[in-house]
């Protein structure tokens, strides 16, 4: 008996082999693809340490003005206050997309009124309209409320999302009618059915939509210039736009220095969230 095992033992090494073998060229495309996208990244670390000299040298090697740009940027140019009005603005659009977008999804897939697929199709006619076809109507808007300088008019405007609407109606159709059935059996309300069904069934759904606005909120740009005057509410975008000269000229170090700090908090949201982000991507594609 022990032959045949040790036959099938070599069989499944030499096609573990054969096969590490024949997929090295995959492995080659992918570490060239991975060092093409780590590049600019590294580089923009390498400048972030130099002065405007050793940059134009194009030294490859760590600079000596690290320090004197992160007082800048840090200290000098309030980057951290930045960061912070963008955290918020986030953060608040992105609680209030994700709730406003259940409550929709709820309402398309488990309730019944007249117009409701006529709603449901202005709802996805906005997902072809861009920000800026609205910005003017958005400004006015926010001008009538008074609510320029603030962070009201930074988040109520974008406080509701087509595209989230879309996603949880898409998600809520393909789940089972019969937890709907089931629920109303119970004596469930329709708030019950929403937090102690949906919701539990729909966490992927939700960490993939928080991922996608937050980084959306986080780069934006054009609204906060439009709407905010005062620099202490500005957002980040803005504030890295201010970053593009120091001492009335161009300095490529702070510049990117500023940009690797302010590239942290999505980052780090996406990493907190990346199991619920790929899974709900996942999800869909099934679906």
């Known amino acids: 008996m022990a032959a045949p095992e040790a036959d099938n033992i070599s069989l499944n090494v030499g096609r573990q082999g054969l096969i ?50 992160l ?20 953060v608040l659009i992105t609680a209030a997309k994700t709730i406003l977008s259940l409550l929709a999804g709820l309402a398309f897939v488990y309730f019944r009124f007249r117009g409701k697929w006529l709603v449901f199709f202005f709802v996805l006619i906005t997902l072809m309209m861009p920000t800026e076809v609205m910005i003017l109507a958005l400004f006015r808007f926010v001008s009538d409320l008074v609510w320029k300088d603030s962070m009201a008019g930074l988040v109520v405007p974008f406080a509701a999302s087509a595209t989230g609407a879309f996603l949880f109606r898409q998600h809520f159709a393909n789940l089972p009618r019969d937890l709907a059935e089931a629920a109303q059996i119970d004596g469930a309300s329709p708030l019950q059915f929403l937090f102690r069904i949906l919701i539990p069934l729909s966490w992927n759904v939700i960490g993939a939509l928080a991922v996608i606005q937050f980084v959306f909120v986080w780069n934006m740009y054009l609204w906060p210039v439009l709407i905010i005057s005062d620099q202490d509410r500005q957002v980040v975008q803005v504030g890295l736009q201010g970053l593009q000269s120091i001492d009335t000229g161009l300095t490529f170090g702070p510049l990117m220095l500023a940009a690797l700090i302010v590239s942290i908090p999505p980052t780090l949201v996406f990493i907190a969230l990346q199991k619920p982000f790929m899974a709900g991507f996942a999800l869909g594609s099934d679906k």
């Open 20 to 69: 590490r073998g024949r997929s090295w060229p995959l492995h080659l495309m992918l570490c060239v693809a991975a060092a093409i996208i780590v590049f600019p990244l590294a580089y923009a670390a390498l400048i972030s340490t130099q002065t405007n000299a050793e940059v134009f040298r194009f030294q490859l090697t760590p600079g000596t003005g690290f320090a004197t740009h």
């Open 71 to 90: 007082d800048q940027v840090w200290n000098e140019r309030n980057i951290g206050r930045f960061m912070w009005n963008s955290t918020v603005q986030a």
